[in-house]
């Protein structure tokens, strides 16, 4: 089977092509946010304080996320 008939036979699942998710923001937006320096927030999400997605090796943060983890 070629990679073209592949493509075409295979379609996102609904749920994932329905579902909008907050976008991912770096840690500057964070720190921002919050009034602290970048690499406290980058200390935080390394020890689990702040939640975070790792996506290869960068790191990615969910702003609602974070502000409800901190609340």
Do not use: Y
């Amino acid at each position: 089977m070629s990679l073209k008939t592949l493509a075409k036979k295979t379609t996102p699942a609904p749920a994932l092509a329905q579902t909008e998710a907050a976008p991912l923001v770096r840690a500057e937006v964070i720190a921002k946010a919050l009034d602290v320096h970048r690499r406290t927030v980058c200390l935080w999400a390394q020890n689990g304080t702040i939640p975070c997605r790792r996506i290869g090796g960068i790191v990615r943060f969910s702003l609602e996320a974070v502000l409800g983890a901190v609340q």
